[in-house]
């Protein structure tokens, strides 16, 4: 079943920009969220690069993939505006000086990822592709965080908060593609890419054995399976995981190689072999939460 996010029952502010499915009858506390799936460009987004070069970034299907979720009792959350007009998976000050037409009038704190072209708006589409041929105002960014990032963050929030008031504790995935090879934009640059990227911070976004666990289960699916390498998780399961408190928030990178073609964005051969794996793998988690429910610390 899908319900806007919208629904006058939960109380959630409109936007047309994220979509929430949730499941018919009793739900499990589990919040799949896929921040880059998004492919309706606002009016206002005109880049300088070309499509083919724009597509790149996108985290193509992602949504579709994960959409036998709800099947397992989860909430799935997507966005509908690409992640090059703003990336949802950046903090909010992660805004880089060099392409605003002014000065930021607050604080900033540049990423590693906005180093390298990527933060909040991004500065390349490929590398050396620049994504605009204009400084863009500070009015029209602040309008991007405001109609768009801040719903998608605020409508997580709340389905993962939800999640805890209903269960006690919640198992959040933060669900991207990755390129089958590094490029130079890159940590990896170059070097090809296993099937599935784990990244927990180190162990302070969701536990090291949780995170284990999900490995193993991909492993014994076939797959090649690394963890915080090259990806270790980026501001979405930093502000959301809190393990002491029964929030675990785990970010998995799937390998397009899997399921799309890349040079053409189109879906492969492997894509419905990968979307029931991925539906069976919520089923086998919202098993282990009922089997396994963490026990959050007191106070």
């Known amino acids: 079943m899908t319900r806007p ?45 070309a499509r083919s070069a724009v597509l790149t970034t996108w985290d ?24 090059a007009y703003i990336d949802t998976n950046r903090a909010a000050n992660d ?15 540049l990423s590693e990822h906005a180093g390298r072209g990527m933060g909040l708006i991004r500065r390349y589409a490929l590398p050396g592709i620049p994504m605009y041929d204009r400084r863009l ?11 768009h990032y801040l719903p998608y963050r605020r409508t ?46 180190d162990g302070t976004s969701a536990p090291r054995d949780f995170t284990a666990w999900v490995a193993a289960w991909l492993v014994a ?5 690394a963890i915080n390498e090259p990806y270790r998780g980026a501001d979405i399961v930093r502000a959301h995981g809190a393990p002491a408190r029964g929030r675990y928030s785990l970010q998995i990178e799937i390998n397009r190689g899997l399921y799309l073609d ?8 492997g894509f419905a072999a990968l ?13 282990f939460a009922r089997k396994c429910p963490p026990r959050p610390a007191s106070g």
């Open 137 to 147: 105002p500070v009015a029209e960014v602040r309008q991007r965080i405001e109609r």
């Open 95 to 109: 805004i880089d000086p060099a392409l605003l037409e002014s000065p930021w009038p607050e604080p900033t704190e």
């Open 221 to 225: 699916q076939g797959h090649r399976v």
């Open 275 to 287: 979307q029931e794996e991925l539906t069976r793998f919520a089923l086998a988690v919202a098993e």
């Open 5 to 49: 996010a919208s629904d006058p029952a939960r109380g959630r502010d409109a936007t047309p920009w994220v979509t929430v499915q949730r499941p018919a009858g009793v739900g499990a506390p589990l919040v799949f969220d896929s921040p880059h799936s998004g492919i309706t460009y606002p009016d206002n987004f005109r880049p300088a690069a």
């Open 60 to 83: 193509a299907y992602v949504d579709e993939l994960l959409a036998g979720v709800t099947t397992a009792g989860a909430t799935l959350i997507a966005a509908r505006f690409p992640r």
């Open 262 to 269: 890349e040079a053409t964005c189109e879906r492969a051969a």
């Open 156 to 201: 997580l929030q709340a389905e993962i908060d939800d999640a805890v008031a209903r269960h006690g504790f919640v198992w959040h995935f933060n669900c991207h593609s990755m390129k089958s090879r590094g490029n130079a934009m890159n940590r990896d640059a170059g070097a090809p890419r296993p099937d599935f990227v784990l990244g927990d911070r």
